[in-house]
C-alpha cells in the first residue's frame, strides 16, 4: 500500500517506541496528585488550564460522581480566581460531567445508565465510519498533520503511571476522532458527535492501561487507511475500533443498573 506523503506519519504509528513527544506534559505526568493542577496553569490560558485539570479529576474519578465541587476549595489550591474556576465548570456541564444546583452549586455528575452506553454506542457506529469513509477520500495534509500530533501525544502518555496521564489520553482521543469527523465535509454529523461527548463519559468507566494501549494500535490501522485514501479501509478500521472500544467497556457500564 502506497501512502505518498504522509508515509512518514505512518511509519512512526507503526513504531510507537520511537515516539518523543517534545512538551511539557511529561514534566507534569512526573508530579504527584497536589502538585499537577497548579503545574498546569503555568502553560497556556489559564481558563483552559483549569478546565484541563478539573476534566481530568472527573474523567479519573479524583472527583467522584456526585460528590459537591467547593470553588473556595479550588480558588485556595490553583491560586486563582473564581472566574476561571467558574468557566471552567460551567463549560464542563454544557458537556455532561458537572451539573449546577440552585442554592447548592456544582457537584460532579452521576455516572451515566447502562442504556446511555449503549446508545452511544450505537450512535458511534453510526456516524464515524461513515465519517472516516468520507475523511480518506477528503484526506489532507493538514488532518494527517493533526492526527500525527494526537497520535504522538497519547503514545507518549501511555510510558507514565500518573493519573493525570489517562484524563489527558481522553481528551487528546476526542480531539482525533473530532479531527475525522470535522475533515469528513458533513458538519451536522460531526456536530452530533461532539453532543455525544463519548470519550468523556467512557474514560469514567475503567481506569486501566489496556483501554490506552489498545487504543493506539486501533487509531493507528485507521491512520494508515485514512493516509492511503482507502475509504473502505477507514471504514472497516473505524468499525473495528469501535467495537472494540464496546467490548472493552461492556462490562462495565452493563453493571451500572
Do not use: W
Request: net charge neutral.
Amino acid at each position: 500500500m502506497k501512502y505518498g506523503k504522509f508515509a512518514h506519519v505512518v511509519d512512526r504509528l507503526k513504531e510507537p517506541q520511537d515516539f518523543r513527544m517534545k512538551s511539557s506534559t511529561t514534566d507534569i505526568l512526573s508530579l504527584n496528585d497536589n502538585e499537577v493542577s497548579v503545574e498546569l496553569l503555568k502553560v497556556g490560558s489559564i481558563g483552559d488550564r483549569v478546565y484541563d485539570a478539573l476534566l481530568s479529576r472527573l474523567i479519573s474519578l479524583r472527583i467522584a460522581p456526585g460528590s459537591r465541587i467547593a470553588i473556595d476549595a479550588l480558588v485556595r489550591e490553583f491560586g486563582v480566581s473564581q472566574t476561571p474556576i467558574r468557566a471552567a465548570l460551567i463549560r464542563l456541564e454544557s458537556e455532561g460531567l458537572v451539573e449546577k444546583v440552585h442554592n447548592i452549586g456544582f457537584s460532579a455528575a452521576p455516572m451515566p445508565t447502562r442504556l446511555h452506553f449503549e446508545n452511544m454506542f450505537d450512535m458511534r457506529l453510526l456516524l464515524e465510519p461513515y465519517m472516516a469513509e468520507n475523511a480518506a477520500e477528503r484526506s489532507s495534509a493538514d488532518m494527517m498533520a493533526r492526527l500525527d500530533v494526537y497520535s504522538t501525544a497519547m503514545t507518549e502518555l501511555t510510558r507514565s503511571d500518573a493519573k493525570l496521564a489517562y484524563g489527558k489520553f481522553a481528551l487528546l482521543d476526542a480531539k482525533f476522532h473530532a479531527c475525522i469527523a470535522s475533515h469528513s465535509g458533513n458538519e451536522l454529523a460531526a456536530e452530533a458527535l461532539n453532543r455525544l461527548y463519548a470519550h468523556t463519559h467512557m474514560f469514567r468507566l475503567r481506569y486501566h492501561s489496556q483501554v490506552t494501549e489498545e487504543a493506539i494500535h486501533e487509531h493507528a490501522k485507521i491512520v494508515e487507511a485514512l493516509a492511503a485514501g482507502n475509504k473502505a479501509k477507514a471504514r472497516e478500521a473505524m468499525v473495528e475500533h469501535i467495537s472494540a472500544s464496546r467490548a472493552r467497556m461492556a462490562p462495565f457500564f452493563q453493571s451500572l443498573d
